[in-house]
Nanobody
Framework: QVQLVESGGGLVQPGGSLRLSCAASTNIFAINAMGWYRQAPGKQRELVAR???????NYADSVKGRFTISRDNAKNTVFLQMNSLKPEDTAVYYC????????WGQGTQVTVSS
């Protein structure tokens, strides 16, 4: 089964930036779409950014204009550049296919706080 390893999270002040990375154990070029998801405490996991195999992108309204998803097919890696972070962006961030595979990585914690 596919292994997904997310990294790059941390504690950042409001207005700051982080860049998340996700290494996949499979050839992501063959995957129709990859996405970044997040789950805040007490909330359901949500898809916040999606990138198709042809590299078209889609974003949740809450992150549009602040987050940028990209992919490096040669390295089987997906990235999420997060700028102008807000406290409401605090969550565990995961990457997965869209629609998602059954297994998930461990995620990476992003905390936005002063």
């Amino acid at each position: 089964q596919v292994q997904l390893v997310e990294s790059g999270g941390g504690l950042v002040q409001p207005g700051g930036s982080l860049r998340l990375s996700c290494a996949a154990s499979t050839n992501i070029f063959a995957i129709n779409a990859m996405g970044w998801y997040r789950q805040a405490p007490g909330k359901q996991r949500e898809l916040v950014a999606r990138i198709a195999r042809i590299s078209s992108t889609n974003y949740a309204d809450s992150v549009k204009g602040r987050f940028t998803i990209s992919r490096d097919n040669a390295k089987n890696t997906v990235f999420l550049q997060m700028n102008s972070l807000k406290p409401e962006d605090t969550a565990v961030y995961y990457c997965n296919a869209d629609p998602p595979w059954r297994n998930w990585g461990q995620g990476t914690q992003v905390t936005v706080s002063s």
